[in-house]
């Protein structure tokens, strides 16, 4: 069964301590890892694509990688503004196009000043 | 930068009550989809929808659920006979290529 499991499930940083948050996966004919962020009662929110393995991606204090098994979410000197739930998403592939996305239940991070 | 409207933002039904809750997509996206997160769970999927017909779904949507795209803009996914446990906010989404799925505020739906 395809399954995604995110960890930790919580992490409290202190602001400009970096970390990182993990999301391994094991799905038949990966269509790409996809990163959201989650802020309480909203949409997630899209962040990033990884295709293959090696691949990396940026934006702002925020990175993320990908293996053959997992990714990774690395945070760095995270602000406050920075705490929100990560969800992490593999897509599906069915034929040539990409199907559902199967979700973690996310990463609880709180940045504290 | 575009965005996926959702309405209303939070509904509240009694059980047994028909709920239809309304998307409206980004104009050049050709796939639709619902997705669910009862609280404290994991996002679900439930349906794509994909050259208006249903392209994939789960086995949570059962006969309870059906969506459509009644005037070419709006995307409705529709619960006949809510159930306590429909209690959930409701995601629509949508994207179109390989890219990350653009979602939807969300509707809270409450079935008392």
């Known amino acids: 069964e395809d399954q995604v499991t995110q960890s930790p499930e919580a992490l409290r940083l202190q602001e400009g301590e970096s970390s990182s948050l993990n999301c391994s996966y094991t799905v038949s004919g990966l269509r790409g890892l996809f990163w959201y962020r989650q802020d309480p009662g909203k949409g997630p929110e899209f962040l990033f694509t990884l295709y293959s393995a090696g691949e990396e991606k940026e934006k702002e204090r925020l990175k993320a990688t990908l293996t053959k098994k997992e990714s990774f979410l690395h945070i760095t000197a995270p602000k406050p503004e920075d705490s929100a739930t990560y969800l992490c998403?593999?897509?599906?592939?069915?034929?040539?196009?990409?199907?559902?996305?199967?979700f973690g239940r996310g990463t609880q991070l709180t940045v504290w000043p | 930068e575009p965005e996926v409207t959702q309405t209303p933002s939070h509904q509240v039904t009694q059980m047994g009550q028909e709920v239809i809750l309304r998307c409206v997509p980004i104009s050049n996206h050709l796939y639709f989809y619902w997705y669910r997160q009862i609280l404290g769970q994991k996002v679900e999927f439930l349906v794509s929808?994909?050259?208006?017909?249903?392209?994939?779904k789960s086995e949570i949507f059962d006969d309870q659920f059906s969506v459509e795209r009644p005037d070419g803009s709006n995307f409705t996914l529709k619960i006949r006979s809510t159930k306590l446990e429909d209690s959930a906010m409701y995601f629509c989404?949508?994207?179109?290529?390989?890219?990350?799925?653009?979602f939807g505020s969300g509707t809270r739906l409450t079935v008392v």
């Open positions: 989404a949508t994207r179109w290529g390989d890219y990350g799925y653009t």
């Open positions: 998403a593999v897509g599906h592939g069915r034929g040539s196009t990409l199907g559902r996305l199967y």
């Open positions: 929808f994909y050259n208006n017909e249903i392209s994939e």
